[in-house]
């Protein structure tokens, strides 16, 4: 039958208006050869992954000016070139394709009879189907601990999902590296450390090149705060460089004696800024010469102890905590395949259930690095330290009002997160699965609202962590595919890499690219307001590393003022005199007579704004003690005060109060001596 003309122009219309509905509905379709949008590439290499994700990517800020985004503060893109470069197999990239990067390591062929640290990650005997592109039959899997997540067209759709800052931690352990049977590189941790960086730029440019050159991609490694907002108002992903291995520098130490200086720290930090890094782990797994390391539990802590005595010739020694806080149960589970490494009749010890702390902490060139990271306003990650050596990092960090820290994987003391907030630090949690990951986000809730900030995800892909497994197809709420991003401007569908296709419900997280379903999981079981929180985590942060950027140390205003005391400790060979702790010397202190009820008196010599007072105690301490401030040095107002002092380094910060005169008053000693400060400083910010 002939359709009139005017019938065939109305189906048309009719017909274009559906269309614009559905393009409304679903979002622009991947590739369009007329316009294929600043977010697809000019030439994707073919066969390639999928990204599953239509949709252009947001751009610039908020109402408020500020950016949006997910971060992932915790991501290892290039662990396949650590560790001797045999222990996580698969690639991120590949110039030969896809089939290139995503295959096993030679010696999992034909069946994963020797894939060693396969089976002792995850278990069993360790067999699998080795083969990846394009069938993905066994890998890579939520519990399969060796093989690679992290490919960029998976990263790739992490972006797409919301995700605007990730930070890549460049990791390797030389001991395990040395005792794992299969390697082709050395083992020297800084070697590896410089590969990966590199490896990173190459990815870059590889990236680069898909978009028509340098620049143009969507990954982009920024090295300071102004540079990733510009990138995330742009819609791309801003990537940090960061390092999270056990020596770095060559910082080992063997038999407690440190096999590095302070000149080798200053090399390291500064070899390490030129690459881009700008966060860090000081220690990792093993007590260096740096720091005392936060245990790992069961047969892994038991494998790790292994590690530390084969590297410095000391197990981890443990003690009973003396706050509240307090280490990782120690592993005391058997691991026989690390404990047959150790010489014969050396054995694995055992420990007290009552001492869960690392007797060791930051050394003197442990709290030598700190510092030396502020100088350099890089930024210092606390997971991983023992509880006494997070507690003295803090205390240093506290008393220069340095914004500078980061949790970023759930591996501090969980008590300790006001003290990260107070600072200005940032917090993000390790990706576990949604319930627990959402029930921990609203144990602190209270606390962002109180300080304004957002929360990241750490999730540790190809770190041999394990991550979130299925919650199973008969959950009564599952993330049903498609679904909207969390700005509502993209369409995720489920992710298909060759003839396989992920769905996190039966899946778990089993790559980078299922990140946007965990999110969305995340909203279905805990709520919009987890996931709000998590899409201002770019925006907190950016604010963190603008933070230490801007730093600058304060003018002490008791450096050198003039100061009495109720009494000082009388000794024929040393002063222990008032002004000794305003000397600006370390080495120096005054010393009260051995009585309660003794102070220390500042006279700054003008008013001056006081906001904050550092007290840098001696062994014999105050346990109670407060801070008073006067205009006149008669009449005293106390601004700050605690019972619970633990010596060492302290920051009394409060409102600040206009006073000439400045009084530390000991109430109650920490020890059977009086009270000894080697230096007290004074500032107004």
């Known amino acids: 039958m002939t359709r009139h003309p005017h019938h065939r122009l109305r189906h048309l219309a009719v017909l274009s208006f559906l269309l614009t509905v559905v393009a409304m509905v679903l979002g622009p379709a991947p590739s369009s050869a007329a316009d294929p949008g600043w977010w697809n590439p000019v030439a994707r290499p073919a066969p390639d992954s999928d990204i599953n994700v239509t949709g252009e990517p947001f751009k610039g800020t ?12 915790h991501d290892h893109l290039m662990s396949n070139e650590g560790f001797g470069g045999r222990l996580i197999c698969g690639k991120p990239f590949s110039d030969l394709g896809v089939a290139d990067a995503l295959k096993d390591c030679p010696e999992h062929y034909p069946d994963g009879s020797l894939a060693v640290f396969d089976f002792i990650t995850k278990g069993g005997d360790g067999r699998h189907d080795p083969d990846g592109w394009p069938t993905f039959k066994d890998w890579p899997a939520h519990d399969s601990l060796t093989h690679q997540q992290n490919y960029y ?11 605007r800052v990730l930070v890549n931690d460049l990791v390797t352990n030389g001991v395990i590296c040395s005792v794992y049977f299969f390697k082709d590189r050395s083992c020297d941790e800084m070697t590896a450390i410089r590969l990966e960086a590199r490896k990173t730029y190459d990815m870059q440019a590889y990236i680069d090149k898909m978009y028509g050159g340098p620049g143009k991609g969507w990954f982009r490694i920024v090295t300071d705060s102004a540079q990733a907002r510009e990138v995330v108002q742009q819609g791309k992903l801003a990537v940090v460089l960061g390092v999270e291995t056990s020596e770095p520098f060559g910082c080992k130490q063997i038999l407690d004696i440190a096999q ?75 691991a026989p395949a690390a404990q047959k490494e150790l010489p014969a009749g050396v ?8 001492a869960r702390c690392n007797t060791r902490g930051l050394t003197g060139l442990g709290e030598y690095a700190v510092r030396g990271m502020m100088k350099r306003k890089m930024m210092l990650e606390i997971d991983h330290m023992s509880v006494k050596a997070a507690g003295q990092a803090f205390d240093i960090l506290e008393s220069e009002s340095y914004p500078g820290v980061i949790s970023s ?49 750490g999730t540790d892909m190809n770190g041999v962590g394990g991550w979130p497994g299925p919650r199973g197809a008969d959950t009564p709420n599952p993330v049903r595919y498609p679904f909207r991003s969390t700005d509502g401007g993209s369409v995720i569908d489920k992710q298909t890499t060759g003839v396989r296709t992920w769905d996190l419900n039966t899946d778990g997280a089993s790559h980078y690219g299922l990140v946007p379903d965990w999110i969305e999981d995340v909203r279905l079981v805990g709520g919009q307001g987890v996931v709000d929180d998590l899409f201002k985590g ?16 304060g003018v002490n205003l008791a450096a050198g003022a ?31 007579d051995w009585s309660d009820d003794q102070w220390l008196r500042i006279d ?4 001056s704004l006081v906001k904050r007072v550092t007290l840098d105690w001696e062994r014999a301490y105050g346990k109670a003690y407060r801070v008073e401030l006067s205009a006149d040095g008669t009449n005293w107002q106390s601004v700050w005060s605690t019972a619970a002092g633990d010596g060492g380094l302290d920051t009394a910060l409060f409102t600040g109060v206009p006073a000439r005169y400045v009084r530390v008053h000991g109430v109650q000693r920490g020890t059977q001596w009086g009270y000894s400060l080697h230096e007290v400083g004074v500032y107004s910010s």
């Open 538 to 553: 770019a925006e907190s942060y950016l604010t963190t590393w603008g933070g230490s950027e801007k730093h600058r140390a």
């Open 562 to 592: 003039s100061a009495s005391a109720s009494s000082a400790e009388w000794n024929p060979f040393t002063s222990y005199a008032p002004g000794r702790a305003v000397d600006g010397n370390g080495g120096s202190r005054w010393a009260s």
């Open 347 to 354: 054995s694995v010890p055992s420990y007290a259930a009552d």
């Open 62 to 73: 908020d109402a408020q000016g500020k950016v949006r985004g997910f971060v992932d503060a």
């Open 604 to 607: 700054l010599g003008s008013p």
């Open 153 to 163: 067209a998976w990263v790739e759709r992490a972006w797409r999902g919301g995700q």
């Open 409 to 457: 994987h759930s591996w501090m003391d969980l008590d300790w997160t006001e003290r990260v907030y107070r600072l200005g630090g940032f917090i993000a949690q390790y990706m576990s699965g949604a319930e627990a990951f959402s029930a921990e986000a609203k144990r602190t809730d209270a606390l962002r609202d109180k300080y304004g900030v957002g929360y990241g995800y």
């Open 260 to 334: 590095c200086s302070e000149a080798d720290v200053d090399r390291g930090l500064d070899e390490l800024h030129q690459l881009g890094v700008r966060s860090m782990f000081l220690c990792h797994k093993f007590d260096n010469a740096l720091c005392g390391v936060r245990f790992d539990q069961g047969a892994l802590g038991t494998a790790i102890n292994v590690g530390q005595f084969l590297s410095t010739g000391t197990f981890w020694q443990t003690e009973k905590c003396t706050g509240p806080q307090h280490d990782n149960p120690i592993g005391i589970a058997a």
